[in-house]
């Protein structure tokens, strides 16, 4: 029999022709379906409104006469224009805050919009903002305080919780898809003694909006990040115990980093207002885009979700001066982030999954691709988790933008990034922990030609959705 010579297209072939390497385990825990979405969304906006924005009151007392609420040019249709128009996917209403008035006409009281001037006690402030958020195409979410200093039942346990979840039933029965139930511990000192029901609220919230995410010091599906200036922890696992949490009572500095060993996914929502205030006040003026800017580095870019209150004015309108800051925040983050300079490099890795031979599925050039669904996987048992990229010319950048497949869990513990300088060897430009959905490093402008990306320490195998270059010439 004639021998028959094996060629190097015959082996492409064959690799061709071989089976796919199927994805690598996730590593526990890992997000909910609804936690996915809510993370991808990135930002929402925060909107206070009610008596406060008309007596200049940040915590009313309850005992506001409803008919200073009347707010004339009310147009829950500019709120949400406003929010698409700046990149924010899902607006938040305080549909009752701490001084009990209710943005809708509860029938478990008649301190709410029935009693007051506006649309003749026939108004409806959720409906009207549920209405124009869904006709926008973006989300709806609900805050409802469990501090009430209005209602008469507020002191009494069970009589109180029965009251609070019957309107918590008419906010998720009447208005549509919820996104989002923002729940808090806020009371002010010596106030009534209460026992709130949180695990009785959450499986009524699971109950009736079943794709809702549940906010608190404690999750359920998204935790409060320890601070109101928006600033998430440099290292911020979205991994957390829950048992180790008790909403109103859990240490800040384990919020702002969560917790390496966590059992639960619970990842950091940030919340921040845009003025000194959370309620509207007119000797008060919004922070500047720039302002916004070094937020969203220390919340999107630190794993964290972005929640920006910008509080209606007392007209019912967002003021001008903040629709203009929103404007360039946005301008701002579009001329960073829409050009990506690591697309013009030539990629390569330390390994592959599956091998070098059979990479198409889990090769370095997915770190291009926008998303977390298409990912670099090095191969199985190694300890050199590099990506290496080399341009043609010099390219000059000083914003570093890294994201996981979190839908596989949370991996990198620690990162590098360093330069290839000529005639000194490498040099690292700088280093970091956490990464998470999405991370984002600032750095003073760098030139060069060659780089990589190295993956220091990691939960099992690190995976790398997406890197960017970008440069910032804006930031404070």
Request: proline share 6%; hydrophobic share 35%.
């Amino acid at each position: 029999m004639e021998k028959k010579t094996t060629t190097s297209s015959d082996c492409l072939v064959r690799s061709a022709d071989s089976p796919q390497k199927p994805p690598p385990l996730p590593i526990l825990p890992i997000p909910t379906s609804r936690q996915l979405e809510w993370q991808s969304a990135s930002m929402a906006l925060f909107l206070h409104f009610g008596p406060n924005t008309f007596t200049d009151s940040e915590w009313g007392s309850g005992r506001a006469d409803p008919s200073v609420f009347n707010p004339t040019h009310l147009d829950a249709a500019q709120w949400v224009g406003v929010a698409k128009q700046a990149g924010f996917s899902c607006v938040i209403l305080t549909a009752k805050h701490h001084d009990g008035f209710c943005l809708w006409p509860s029938e478990y009281t008649d301190y709410s919009v029935r009693s007051s001037p506006w649309r003749g006690g026939r108004g409806d402030v959720v409906a009207e903002l549920s209405s124009a958020a869904r006709d926008a195409g973006i989300g709806f979410g609900l805050y409802l305080s469990p501090w009430d200093r209005h209602e008469p039942s507020y002191g009494r346990t069970v009589e109180y919780n029965e009251f609070y979840m019957g309107q918590m039933t008419e906010l998720l029965t009447r208005y549509g898809e919820i996104k989002e139930v923002f729940l808090d511990d806020a009371k002010g000192q010596g106030e009534k003694d209460m026992e709130y029901y949180f695990e009785s609220w959450f499986s009524l919230i699971r109950q009736l909006q079943p794709g809702a995410v549940i906010f608190s010091d404690a999750g359920p599906d998204n935790r409060w990040i320890g601070n109101e200036n928006g600033t998430a922890g440099s290292t911020c696992w979205s991994l957390f115990n829950r048992s180790s949490a008790k909403i109103g009572g859990t240490d800040p500095q384990y919020l702002r980093s969560g917790d390496p060993v966590g059992h639960d996914w619970v990842p950091g929502e940030c919340d921040v207002s845009i003025r000194p205030g959370w309620f509207w006040h007119a000797r008060q003026a919004p922070k500047s885009a720039r302002t916004l800017l070094d937020i969203y580095y220390k919340s999107i870019g630190r794993n964290g979700h972005l929640l920006l209150n910008v509080p209606p004015n007392s007209s019912g309108l967002i003021s001008e001066e903040d629709i203009q800051v929103l404007q360039e925040f946005n301008e701002l983050r579009r001329s960073i982030f829409d050009e990506n300079l690591a697309k013009s490099a030539l990629l390569s890795a330390s390994s592959n999954r599956g091998g070098m031979m059979n990479n198409s599925r889990f090769g370095p050039e997915n770190v291009l691709k926008e998303g977390i669904y298409s990912y670099w996987a090095p191969e199985e048992n190694q300890s050199d988790w590099t990506l290496h990229l080399r341009f043609q010319e010099k390219v000059k950048f000083n914003v570093l933008q890294v994201q996981e497949p979190i839908q596989l869990g949370q991996r990198v513990i620690q990162f590098h990034l360093e330069t290839l300088n000529n005639g000194e060897g490498w040099r690292q430009v700088i280093n970091g922990t956490t990464v998470g959905y999405q991370r984002l490093l600032q750095f003073p402008m760098l030139e060069t030609q060659e780089l990589r990306f190295v993956v220091d320490k990691s939960r099992g195998d690190p995976l790398i959705s997406y890197l960017g270059l970008h440069v910032d010439t804006f930031s404070i």
